[in-house]
């Protein structure tokens, strides 16, 4: 019964669209301020902090007080996880008619390559778990590990990740996107932070989308066989349709 009480729970905050609206926002593993997310969803600010009162009493948001401000995260990446999985296991909406050029770059953006809390998403993420797949750097024989020679590649590569910590090591999230699994984790998120630090993968405007730079296409065509289409190596371009994974 108490499981059923917590399942109708979490399920309940959910089914408003201000607080789902929310939810998918900090998907993008940052700390958005109640007027951001107020902005975001087209609401009031009082009406935006009592939807944010109530996901944070629910469990699925996390606050800190700054000042006269306070700073609303996802609670954790098993709420990351929940929140792209139901997402992705609905039914798809018809999409949004796109009225300008910018929003119909947007979109495009967002599908080809962006962020999930902190493992990459959308076309790109998908075509590195493809790849990593296909080089055996993971298997999924036995359930998603990764293999020696991934741990391997990872060392090499300076894909530093945390072995103390309790989430999994490595896990597929379904991405709402492809409809298919991207890599997420505690190896997804090591090399999502990677991609950044090594200057692979920038931020496009504040949202959760991110472009390939030129760097990043060479190294992912170099240490994985993922090919990106030209275009993506120059700021603010569309992207491209990637080739995929090359047979390695």
């Known amino acids: 019964?108490?499981?059923?009480?917590?399942?109708?729970?979490?399920?309940?905050?959910?089914?408003?669209?201000?607080?789902?609206a929310f939810c998918l926002a900090l998907l993008d593993g940052r700390a958005w301020t109640v007027g951001e997310l107020a902005r975001h969803a087209g609401v009031a600010?009082?009406?935006?902090?009592?939807?944010?009162?109530?996901?944070?009493?629910?469990g699925l948001l996390a606050q800190r007080k700054q000042g006269r401000h306070r700073y609303l995260q996802l609670a954790g990446p098993e709420v990351a996880a929940l929140i792209e999985t139901v997402a992705a296991a609905g039914a798809p909406a018809?999409?949004?008619?796109?009225?300008?050029?910018?929003?119909?770059?947007?979109?495009?953006?967002?599908?080809?390559a962006r962020t999930c809390y902190d493992h990459l998403?959308?076309?790109?993420?998908?075509?590195?778990?493809?790849?990593?797949?296909?080089?055996?750097?993971?298997?999924?024989?036995?359930?998603?590990?990764?293999?020696?020679?991934?741990t391997a590649w990872l060392a090499a590569n300076g894909v530093a990740w945390d072995r103390?910590?309790?989430?999994?090591?490595v896990r597929e999230c379904l991405d709402w996107t492809e409809r298919r699994s991207h890599l997420a984790g505690s190896?997804?998120?090591?090399?999502?932070?990677?991609?950044?630090?090594?200057?692979?993968?920038?931020?496009?405007?504040?949202?959760?989308?991110?472009?390939?730079?030129?760097?990043?296409?060479?190294?992912?065509e170099d240490q994985l066989g993922v090919v990106i289409g030209p275009g993506r190596d120059s700021p603010g371009a569309a992207p491209a349709v990637p080739a995929g994974a090359r047979p390695r």
């Open 1 to 20: 019964m108490d499981n059923a009480e917590s399942l109708a729970g979490w399920a309940a905050l959910l089914a408003d669209r201000t607080r789902a």
């Open 45 to 58: 600010v009082s009406t935006a902090s009592e939807h944010a009162d109530r996901l944070v009493a629910g």
């Open 94 to 112: 018809p999409p949004e008619p796109v009225v300008s050029l910018s929003a119909a770059h947007r979109r495009r953006n967002l599908a080809f």
């Open 121 to 150: 998403a959308g076309f790109l993420g998908v075509a590195v778990a493809d790849a990593m797949t296909a080089d055996g750097l993971v298997s999924r024989s036995h359930g998603l590990t990764v293999t020696p020679r991934g």
């Open 164 to 169: 103390s910590s309790r989430r999994p090591v």
């Open 187 to 220: 190896v997804g998120a090591a090399i999502c932070a990677h991609a950044f630090e090594a200057g692979w993968i920038v931020r496009i405007g504040t949202g959760r989308a991110v472009k390939v730079t030129g760097a990043g296409a060479r190294a992912l």
